[in-house]
T-cell receptor, first 115, second 115 residues
């Protein structure tokens, strides 16, 4: 079964610094991969998705992620953090070989942005 | 503004009460979902409806009863809940259950407290 691991339950960066949130998946078959963001007291919002097209995926709010099959990774980056980026970020995976099409979420990473 | 609307935003209920959570979307999506999210945890899938039929029940206790009256509406009926059922209940929808083509759109959730 597919699983996804997010390294670091909390990541703290200064405003204007690079944001790097890590996500690794476990599968020999490249899955579909997603990053979602959850702001306080809100639902989840899709940032970007990888579905076997370009390996560098650009999303909303200046975020992007690169699919690296050799490293089974899909890390999320943003060149310059903004205070409004403070939120919980979830990496998620869907197995294209699984007919149930379940979306499996990682444990989440809370991004803190220091002024 | 979210395109998936959930009501109520907050709900406090006793263990003997019967209540319902409601979810509505007008994006023409044919798949709808209920997720449960405990504090500082990722969402956990409860139910999936595809074309108004229940397609996935993740072994959810019978005190939770989903209903999909039509393609735009999804209800979750609650009866005899336990305090440990207190959580954020998220509704989501997608064009269909194939995530590669149709990521999830989440509502802002109902914050449920069982006393």
């Amino acid at each position: 079964a597919q699983s996804v691991t997010q390294l670091g339950s909390h990541v703290s960066v200064s405003e204007g610094a690079l944001v790097l949130l890590r996500c690794n998946y476990s599968s020999s078959v490249p899955p579909y991969l997603f990053w979602y963001v959850q702001y306080p007291n809100q639902g989840l919002q899709l940032l970007l998705k990888y579905t076997s097209a370009a390996t560098l995926v650009k999303g909303i709010n200046g975020f992007e992620a690169e699919f690296k099959k050799s490293e089974t990774s899909f890390h999320l980056t943003k060149p310059s953090a903004h205070m409004s980026d403070a939120a919980e970020y979830f990496c998620a995976v869907s197995d294209p070989m699984d007919s149930s099409y379940k979306l499996i979420f990682g444990s989440g990473t809370r991004l803190l942005v220091r002024p | 503004d979210t395109e998936v609307t959930q009501t109520p935003k907050h709900l406090v209920m006793g263990m003997t009460n019967k209540k319902s959570l409601k979810c509505e979307q007008h994006m023409g999506h044919r798949a709808m979902y209920w997720y449960k999210q405990k504090a500082k945890k990722p969402p956990e899938l409860m139910f999936v409806y595809s074309y108004e039929k229940l397609s996935i029940n993740e072994s959810v206790p019978s005190r939770f009863s989903p209903e999909c009256p039509n393609s735009s509406l999804l209800n979750l009926h609650l009866h005899a809940l336990q305090p440990e059922d207190s959580a954020l209940y998220l509704c989501a929808s997608s064009q269909d259950t194939a995530f590669y083509n149709s990521p999830l759109h989440f509502g802002n959730g109902t914050r449920l407290t069982v006393t």
